[in-house]
């Protein structure tokens, strides 16, 4: 066994989430098929927090084989429906943090299903950002090089959070009447064709 492969085997070998899939740690399981399971979260976000993970041991979602990826977002769908139903939610902010920088606590690929509730204060909003637009043609270009599969771009010069001194402020949302809420909620859930 090469390095690589000790380090690998290593890491799954301490890798807390890998030991809750294998049953040698219990844990609150909602969710199961052959590619995944899902757990409630220990530290959860609001009630019915999922954690959807990978049965196999992979850190980062790029290295995910697509047929599990396809199987653990398919399984997502299922898990956010029922954690609709089940605290009579609003909405479920689904992400995956991918990377430390992004908010990535735990060294195995997960997904993360979490049901909102009108008023709940999750400060789960992207920030919207203004990004001078030769800076986006930039990275525009750049983006569609590499999609294209062209190597050895350097990232954009300039890459600013935002122009000037302030973010962006959110557009505004017009209020949503409760019944408007109670449709949008089943039709999420699969229960109607809003």
Do not use: W
């Amino acid at each position: 066994m090469d390095t690589a492969e000790q380090q690998a085997a290593l890491s799954k070998e301490n890798c807390l989430f890998c030991q809750i899939v294998s049953g040698r740690i219990p844990a609150r399981k909602v969710y199961e098929d052959d590619a995944c399971i899902g757990i409630l979260d220990l530290y959860p976000a609001n009630a019915g927090h999922v954690l959807l993970m990978a049965k196999e041991h992979f850190i980062f979602m790029p290295q995910v084989p697509r047929d599990v990826l396809d199987r653990i977002a398919s399984a997502s769908r299922i898990v956010a429906r029922a954690a609709l139903r089940a605290v009579q939610g609003d909405g479920t902010t689904i992400f995956i943090a991918n990377g430390g920088l992004a908010g990535q606590k735990a060294p195995h690929f997960m997904i993360h299903v979490i049901p909102r509730l009108s008023g709940d204060g999750l400060p789960l909003a992207v920030p919207e950002a203004k990004i001078a637009p030769e800076v986006q043609q930039q990275v525009k270009a750049q983006l569609a090089a590499v999609l294209a599969g062209k190597q050895g771009l350097a990232p954009p010069s300039v890459m600013p959070a935002a122009t000037g001194q302030e973010a962006a402020k959110p557009a505004q949302v017009q209020p949503v009447e409760k019944s408007d809420l109670d449709a949008i909620t089943d039709m999420l859930a699969g229960d109607k064709d809003a």
